[in-house]
């Protein structure tokens, strides 16, 4: 069955320091892999998607994964942090099923900026 | 001029109602979605529409019951209300079924609180 692994429940990180969060799928086929962003009382913001080719992806707001099949990793990334990073980050595999298309989460990251 | 809307945001009543949650696209897209996060943040699709034909649905409750009048609208009909139906209901949408990858748009998302 398809899952996504976010094994950090929080992390806190100071304002400028650099960030990775780690997301971990399985899923037989090729996956499709997509990190959601979610801020206090806000609904999701997309901040990247891999579908194929170059294994590094850029994203909105500075953000960057990197897709490594042999790990069945899709990290996030980002050099440095700002305040405004401070949300909840969804890693999601998403595949076909019965002619659409369906969105598995991992449970979450929570983030926390210090000053 | 916002992607997908959903009303109302925020809907607080009784257990033991019925309400209702709208949601529209404007993106053109062929498929729709309904998405549940519960308590401890965790996202679960709950129903996929194709050109108002239902395609997935995740062993939802019966009181739980989808409206699609046309592909740019999804509604989302709740009976008898249940405390455990707390929740934030995102809405989404996406282009075309039975392609894997397509980027999924999501709503801002209705916080229910049954009381």
């Known amino acids: 069955a398809q899952s996504v692994t976010q094994p950090d429940i929080h992390i806190t990180v100071s304002e400028g320091a650099s960030l990775e969060l780690r997301c971990n799928y399985s899923?037989?086929?090729?996956?499709?892999l997509f990190w959601y962003v979610q801020s206090p009382g806000q609904g999701l913001q997309l901040l990247l998607k891999?579908?194929?080719?170059?294994?590094l992806v850029q994203g909105i707001k500075g953000f960057e994964a990197e897709f490594k099949r042999s790990q069945s990793s899709f990290n996030l990334r980002k050099p440095s942090v700002h305040w405004s990073d401070a949300a909840e980050y969804f890693c999601?595999?998403?595949?076909?099923?019965?002619?659409?298309?369906?969105?598995?989460f991992g449970k979450g990251t929570k983030l926390t900026v210090n000053p | 001029d916002t992607a997908v809307s959903q009303t109302p945001k925020y809907l607080v009543t009784q257990m033991g109602n019925d309400k209702s949650i709208k949601c529209e696209q404007n993106?053109?897209?062929?498929?729709m979605y309904w998405y549940k996060q519960d308590s401890k943040k965790f996202l679960k699709i709950m129903f996929s529409?194709?050109?108002?034909?239902?395609?997935i649905n995740e062993t939802v409750p019966n009181r739980f019951s989808p409206k699609s009048p046309d592909k740019a609208h999804l509604n989302l009909h709740i009976n008898s209300l249940e405390l455990g139906d707390s929740a934030v209901y995102f809405c989404?949408?996406?282009?075309?079924?039975?392609?894997?990858?397509?980027?999924?748009?999501f709503g801002e998302g209705s916080w229910l609180t049954v009381v």
């Open positions: 989404a949408s996406s282009r075309l079924q039975g392609i894997s990858g397509n980027t999924i748009y």
């Open positions: 899923y037989g086929a090729t996956p499709y």
């Open positions: 891999y579908f194929s080719g170059d294994t």
């Open positions: 999601a595999v998403g595949f076909p099923q019965g002619g659409s298309e369906k969105l598995v």
């Open positions: 993106l053109g897209h062929d498929t």
């Open positions: 529409y194709n050109n108002k034909e239902l395609i």
